[in-house]
C-alpha cells in the first residue's frame, strides 16, 4: 500500500487528484494578468466556469489575488499553482456558459442560439429575404440574451 501511496504523490507532487467541477476548453488567447502592482501579458491555454490555465513570463505567485483581463472580460481570481511559466487560476465567481462560449468561439452563436427559419412546406429558398432578415434578427437577439446570463 505504502509503494501505490508513493507513485501517486509523485505524479500528484504530492497533492490530492483535481476533481474538476467544470468541463475545460483548450485555447490559445491573449489575455492580461492585473495586480494591485502590475500587468502581464499571457495566453490562455485552457478555459472553463472555474478556472483557466495561463503561460507567460513573471506571473505572480500562488495565492496572489488577480483580474484576469480579455476583451470585456474581467474576472476576479487566484492564483492557485505556478511553475515556471505556467500557471493555475482560479475564479472567484464562475463564469456563466455565455461567457465561457463568448471566449472561445467569438464569431459564432452559442448552441441555443442556432434557430432556422421554418415553414411546414416551404424550402428554404422559397423563404423570403425580409422574413430571413426577421429570423436573423430574432437569432441576434436569443444569443445576446443567452450571452448576458
Known amino acids: 500500500m505504502m509503494g501505490s501511496q508513493a507513485a501517486l504523490s509523485l505524479v500528484t507532487n504530492g497533492t490530492e487528484p483535481s476533481r474538476r467541477a467544470s468541463m ?67 475564479f472567484e465567481d464562475p463564469l456563466s456558459e455565455g461567457q465561457v462560449w463568448a471566449q472561445i468561439n467569438p464569431a459564432l452563436e452559442p448552441p441555443a442560439a442556432r434557430l432556422s427559419v421554418y415553414r411546414p412546406g416551404f424550402k428554404g429558398d422559397q423563404v423570403k429575404a425580409e422574413e430571413r432578415a426577421i429570423e436573423r434578427a430574432r437569432q441576434i437577439a436569443a444569443a445576446r440574451k443567452f450571452l448576458s446570463t
Do not use: C, F, Q
Open 24 to 90: 475545460r476548453h483548450r485555447a490559445l488567447l491573449l489575455a492580461k494578468l492585473v495586480t494591485t502592482t502590475n500587468e502581464y501579458s499571457v495566453r490562455m491555454r485552457d478555459l472553463s466556469a472555474t478556472g483557466a490555465l495561463v503561460e507567460g513570463e513573471g506571473i505572480p505567485r500562488p495565492g496572489t489575488d488577480i483580474i484576469l483581463r480579455r476583451g470585456n472580460l474581467e474576472v476576479l481570481a487566484t492564483v492557485r499553482w505556478s511553475t515556471d511559466n505556467h500557471a493555475g487560476l482560479e
